[in-house]
């Protein structure tokens, strides 16, 4: 999701997990726009989280040691925001630290927390030794593929301004040129069945994709934009031929050649003058949704994690390739 940048609201007890808070800032880097919880101290701390959380996109919640300074209404400021975001029906993405039966918690935290569980099916456990970017990985795809929003910012990249001057043999050969380079510097990871589906797949079905093409009619040129129905045998399919490691836009490139490979019969329903078709690319929000939902389920997985978006390599998981050796036979 290269291009959209979402607005997230971080709910959180005052001077808590504050090395978590830092590294939500630097994987959200590239991928969202935060705001924060402020201290309870401050007179107009609710009046800022409540309108925070109007205006956002996502919210997400770390639940810690803490359950924060308790104010006059008889609740901590994490609480209350708690309470407005789920008024409000916001998406939320909660992180629960996970403690020892022996740690030091507050009645209230206990308390808060199991509230939060019996509320919530899907949390996110972290301890000070796991590795939190990956698990921020898992849950912010599931969380952003689970609950698609019409918000965020989208920001044109130099990379995407190079990729609509380009013709399909050029985009080819940045592709194979960069499948080297990433061949060499990946590295070499066990692969194995993980069971985490949050969006199951069913092959036959179909959707639409939105695309636009450059079609050519008696010497004019004339942009189009249209849609198109596709299964996610075909998706499955093409993504089998897809690199080892490839990166959003190498994702982006596997949807377009199978646009390609339709868009001319489809145009000329339509326009049955055309005599040909080019720069047929998915349009941004269609690979972003088809991005998220692959995610859900369990099809692509990163294998790179960077401070930039750009930066991340993806890969098919085991999953999806004992699906197409399952479902797909003769395609191989």
């Known amino acids: 999701m290269p291009n959209r940048r979402y607005h997230i609201h ?13 590294s939500l800032a630097i994987f ?28 956002c996109d996502y919210v997400l919640m770390v639940v810690g040691d803490s359950y924060g300074t308790v104010q006059k ?23 629960v630290k996970s403690h020892h039966q022996d740690a030091n918690i507050s009645r209230q935290l206990q308390e808060f927390v199991k ?8 949390i996110y456990y972290y301890d000070t030794v796991v590795d939190i970017e990956k698990l921020l990985v898992q849950a912010y795809y599931n969380t952003v593929g689970n609950h698609v929003v019409n918000g965020g910012w989208i920001r ?31 590295p070499v990871v066990e692969e194995r069945v993980v069971d985490n589906i949050s969006n199951p797949l069913v092959l036959t079905e179909t959707f639409d994709i939105q695309y636009s ?16 129905t596709l299964t996610w045998k075909e998706v499955l399919i093409a993504l089998m ?35 040909a078709v080019s720069r047929c690319q998915i349009s941004q929000e269609s690979l972003n949704h088809l991005q998220r939902q ?8 990163l294998t790179t994690y960077g401070t930039r978006v750009s930066q991340e390599l993806w890969k098919l998981t085991f999953y999806a390739k004992n699906l197409f050796k399952d479902e797909c036979p003769k395609t191989q």
């Open 10 to 22: 971080v709910i959180c007890a005052d001077n808590d997990q504050l090395l978590v808070l830092d």
């Open 28 to 55: 959200f880097q590239a991928r969202a726009f935060l705001t924060y919880d402020v201290s309870s101290q401050l007179p107009k701390a609710s009046l800022y989280g409540r309108q925070c959380i109007d205006a």
């Open 73 to 95: 209404n008889g609740v901590s400021q994490m609480h209350l925001s708690y309470l407005n975001a789920k008024a409000k029906l916001k998406p939320l993405l909660i992180l």
């Open 115 to 122: 509230s939060v569980t019996r509320q919530n099916s899907q």
């Open 156 to 186: 044109v990249s130099e990379e995407m301004i190079k990729f609509s001057k380009q013709t399909v043999s050029e985009r080819l050969s940045d592709l194979i040129s960069n499948h080297k380079t990433f061949t060499k510097e990946a």
């Open 213 to 228: 093409a450059h079609a050519y009619e008696g010497g004019n040129l004339t942009t189009v934009t249209r849609s198109m």
């Open 241 to 275: 031929k897809t690199p080892a490691t490839f990166t959003s836009y190498g994702l982006h490139n596997t949807f377009n050649r199978l646009i390609v490979s339709r868009a001319e019969q489809d145009i000329k329903q339509d326009m049955p003058n055309v005599h």
């Open 294 to 301: 692959l995610v859900s389920a369990n099809w692509i997985q």
